[in-house]
């Protein structure tokens, strides 16, 4: 089974739309991770976890929200969605602080309409 | 802020060649990570590079760290189309929170 799981892992939706997309690990990891990736921007960071009370934006957090439910847990919610919102979803997990390793789950591809 | 940059951005080459790719910083890196993934799939480390000048191989990669921490190259010896993919490298921030990611080298290895 995989350690990183995501779902769903495809979902087309309409502007405006709430959206919700789930994270869950069984590596035991601390740090947790929601990535965007689009053509040639590489991955961008969106927000990190290091437990169930500590949330942390990154570099384009705004139009997204995000909850710890546990540790091996972690969803991103779009609150109201827009176009420029259709990209390549990842979650990632990390459990060496020292080199903060990223180990990715399989992606969501979303399409907003 | 820091930017990570990658090239070149896409390489297309026969089976058998050999290439490299690079990624540069205009900042010393604290440590340096290299991912490949593959079309439909997360990224998966490579390997991870701290010290200067370090050399590290993984059966046909060869990785490379710059003596002055500033860039990195990756090295593929006889590509195979297995070798197909996005090549990311990210930087690990001096505050161990987060990592930051190059734009990624794209890579096509035709039979």
């Known amino acids: 089974d995989a350690d990183v799981t995501q779902t769903p892992r495809n979902r087309i939706t309409k502007t405006g739309k709430r959206i919700m997309l789930e994270c869950s690990q069984t590596?035991?990891?601390?740090?947790m991770y929601w990535y965007r990736q689009d053509p040639g921007l590489g991955l961008r960071l969106i927000y990190y976890?290091?437990?169930?009370?500590?949330?942390n934006k990154g570099e384009i957090s705004d139009g997204y929200s995000v909850s710890r439910q546990a540790q091996a847990k972690f969803s991103l919610s779009l609150e109201s969605a827009i176009p420029n919102q259709t990209a390549l979803y990842f979650c990632?997990?990390?459990?060496?602080?020292?080199?903060?390793?990223?180990?990715f789950g399989p992606g969501t591809r979303l399409t907003v309409l | 802020t820091q930017l990570l940059e990658q090239s070149p951005q896409f390489l297309s080459i026969q089976e058998g060649e050999n290439l490299t790719v690079y990624c540069n910083s205009s900042?010393?890196?604290?440590?340096l990570q290299w991912y490949r993934q593959e079309p439909g799939e997360g990224p998966v480390l490579l390997v991870t590079?701290?010290?200067?000048?370090e050399v590290k191989k993984l059966k046909r990669l060869t990785f490379q760290f710059g003596d002055a921490r500033k860039d990195s190259s990756l090295h593929i010896t006889a590509a195979q189309p297995g070798d197909t993919g996005l090549y990311l490298c990210?930087?690990?921030?001096?505050?161990?929170?987060?990592?930051?990611f190059g734009p990624g080298t794209s890579l096509s290895v035709i039979p």
């Open positions: 990632a997990t990390s459990g060496i602080p020292a080199y903060n390793e990223q180990f």
């Open positions: 990210a930087e690990m921030k001096t505050s161990y929170d987060k990592v930051i």
């Open positions: 590596k035991g990891h601390d740090r």
């Open positions: 900042s010393v890196f604290s440590s």
């Open positions: 976890s290091f437990d169930v009370k500590d949330i």
């Open positions: 590079v701290v010290t200067g000048g």
